[in-house]
């Protein structure tokens, strides 16, 4: 094998030129030849590597096999023609080649039947090329390589099958890809075997996205509203935008499509999603509709200066049912979302929000807020007295919507201020830290029901200390926290009865609470160093006082056990005693188990009595010492119930998971035993094909649904085996 190189430098010039031209060519001068040999479009280095090569008239050639070498740019094929000709007109320097043939060009790797290749010009054709970037293959009847390193591929096609002709790919007429793997195709259908399916008539995308399944299938059996099937299209992705086109087709009602898009900047500052559908459909509750939709958004924005953060989201829905109706996996279609506008804005000595919300969905009830602003102010030191002060405000206009579907409840709306000062100083009493502290709110209502301000002022005094205590065994830590926290609040000067309610922070009442208990830590220190908790425990209590007596009650006890008896292992236990009524008032125990990336189990079984009251915060005491018991126990917010929950997830193979969830109610008051579950069997099909099985068992019906997915995201990728956040 003979290696023949094209250089500007002198030695390899004179080397090449006593290999083709003699060694004569020193006799006459090696610069009068140079121009001859070179040329000056030429790149810096061209190098042939060619078995058994003949040389005739400026043309070397062989069809033993070989490799030419050019700037970006590998040949390697069965016959190769490499002509250089400087007497003519017009110099050339160009390569034939075919057979075998394999064209790595940038990050690029071709094979076709044959190529052209213009060193001059830096410009090439690959006829009938194909391209390989797994699991996808790209070919076409040309591909154009074109001097900035982008190809160009004419009556083009795109597949995941391996046959030839394939079952099905998608077509163009022209795909260009730029060396940074942006691709522009232009005239595009999906076809399978001989038909067309979809033609739009541009796709913008990046190579690296088509490992983010852009073509999905479905297909849903059962459920109220009968066999459904459509699929999901990728129809752009450019610069950080995402589109995707989704069609659906219910056998009983009719199609429905939809677009979701998503935006993500390269900076990470800037968030858009979109999702926008509308289906030939009736809602079980209104048979008579002819149409459903739902508009979605989500947008937010993160400046420069990181001082300033903008949210948006919006969700208009034709009714409550859409978003359980039409949820598949592959189509985010959650609960309803806020329609509302966020602004926040953080300086060194203050945070400031500016916040809207509306109610654009009639079947909803929602406090809207037209607008609300709020500032909170740094605390701050007052005249190096050790006493730090921090102060609240705001200022709304709310308006309360009941939803269309509640009778006899009339909206209400009201101007709403508030201030909230509060002073506190920390003392350092040996080894307990003391914490005393005062303040107050003041919240002004610019109307009321009976059609006046109302002023509602609460004073506030507050008593905590703490302390530490530790010690060692061996590899073991044991720390001790005690803990207690006094809190007065006086009576509001307005009755909670004489004023509006728009939501919790409202609900003030005269409450006079002892906190008490402690945290127990232990601490474990492996060989290597690393520290890990290996046991949290928590018991505390609330003790209550009212004007007449010292001492009212301590109603309940509580506890919070969390401990791993091996490290894939843990276990968290919740329990309430109710002292009063001599009963397990609140109990929740949780197992999580991760074996390793292939199998993972969590169950849970929580339990409420009759006197675990439904809060949005559970130490919040207010509704409990305002209502009586037997006013609360009679009302919603009594919320006894028994429920199971239980997560399974198993690979049995590399290419074959199951996952199994499971929600078991009962022992409600006023709802029968219910019981959903869901089935899930994930497999991989040459490659890139994923399915997932899926049979649903919901209270009011049962669904089957088969999901196809075409790309590298593979289910099991998704599922990493753990759940232990799976009923966080």
Partial sequence: MRDISFSKHYLTVAVIASLLFGSDLFSKGLEEHLPKIMGDSLPTKITADLREPVYSDGVLSTDKGGVIYGSNLRIQAMRIRYVRHFDCAE??????????????????????????????SSYGIIYNGRMGFLPWFFGGNRIELLPDGTFRVNEAFVTTSEREPPEWGIYADEVTVDPDKNLVA???????????LIWLPTLKSNLNAIFDSPIKYRFRWGGKQGPRLGFTYEVFDWEGWKTYVRFDYRVTRGPGGGVETFYNSKDGRTIFHSTNYLSRDSAIIKPHEKARF?????????????????????????????????YDRDFEFDTSERTQL????????????????????SFQTVKEELPTFSVNFKPYELWKTGILFTNYASVAFLDFKYSKHIRHYHNYQSTRFEYSPLFYRPFGLGVVTVTPKAGGYTICYGSSPQHSSRWVTVGILGLEAQTQLYRFYKSFKHVIEPYVSYNYYSYPLTNPS????????????????????????????????????????????????????MLQNIPKAYSRFVFSTLPSLRHTIDFVWNIEHDQVDQFNFRTDFTLNENFAVAAEY???????????????????????????????LSDRRDTLLVHFFYRFHPNWACEFTSRQGWNRRTQP??????????????????????????EDENRAAVFLNVGLNRPDKLRTGTTCSYFE
């Fill in 91 to 120: 110099p050339e320097s160009y390569v034939d080649a075919e057979g075998l043939l394999i064209v790595e060009y940038g990050p690029y790797m071709f094979i076709g039947s044959r190529l052209h290749y213009d060193f001059a």
């Fill in 498 to 549: 004489k004023h509006y309610i728009f939501d919790i922070s409202d609900g003030w009442a005269r409450l006079s609470e002892l906190e008490f208990g402690f945290r127990n830590n232990i601490f474990f220190k492996k060989a290597s160093g690393e520290v890990k908790r290996f046991i949290a425990f928590d018991l505390y209590s609330y003790a209550f006082f009212d004007q007449h007596t």
């Fill in 186 to 196: 232009r005239a595009v259908n999906l076809r399978l075997s001989d038909q067309k």
């Fill in 606 to 636: 929580r339990h409420r009595d009759a006197y675990c009251w439904r809060k949005v915060d559970p130490a919040n005491f207010f509704l409990d010492v305002y209502h009586t018991e037997r006013r609360l126990l009679h009302s919603t």
């Fill in 673 to 698: 035993y219910y019981g959903e579950y869901e089935l899930n069997f994930f497999t991989t099909i040459q490659t890139a094909w994923h399915v997932v099985i899926s049979l649903q068992h919901q």
């Fill in 294 to 326: 739902r508009f979605e958004g989500m947008y937010q924005k993160a400046f420069e200066n990181n001082k300033t953060n903008i949210l948006v989201t919006y969700d208009k829905i034709s009714d409550r049912d859409v978003p359980g109706n039409y």
């Fill in 342 to 361: 966020l602004v926040r804005h953080q300086e060194e000595e203050w945070i400031s929000h500016f916040y809207c919300r509306l109610r654009v969905n």
